[in-house]
């Protein structure tokens, strides 16, 4: 079974900084591509980031780039979001997610979310 569990989320002004961790096992990380996404009060959901599991090669919304790392730590089998000179426009509700492709439509496990509130 595929378990993902984020934490990190929180507020912070315009400017800021925060890091998002997505716990998951040995197996996700060796079998799955992780990836991030947010959805926003009346907004679409949003993928932000993703890193394939074979090679770490990475993708990166347009809105995001230049802003957001996505990194992987197989010894702690997590996979980070640092996010800097973080936006209003970036809160959101955070969720990491598990799929064959990235980036993918198809997603096959999610985990609960983490909340992030930016403020100007």
């Known amino acids: 079974q595929v378990a993902l569990v984020e934490s990190g989320g929180g507020s912070v002004q315009a400017g800021g900084s925060l890091r998002l961790s997505c716990a998951t096992s040995e197996f996700t990380l060796d079998n799955y591509a992780i990836g991030w996404f947010r959805q926003a009060p009346g907004k679409e959901r949003e993928g932000v980031s993703c890193?394939?599991?074979?090679?770490?090669?990475?993708y990166y919304a347009d809105s995001v780039k230049g802003r957001f790392t996505i990194s992987r730590d197989n010894a702690k089998y997590t996979v980070n979001l640092q996010m800097n000179s973080l936006k209003p426009e970036d809160t959101a509700f955070y969720y990491c997610?598990?799929?064959?492709?990235?980036?993918?439509?198809?997603?096959?496990?999610w985990g609960l979310g983490t909340q992030v509130t930016v403020s100007s």
């Open positions: 997610a598990a799929a064959v492709l990235c980036p993918s439509e198809d997603y096959d496990y």
């Open positions: 890193i394939r599991n074979n090679d770490d090669s990475t």
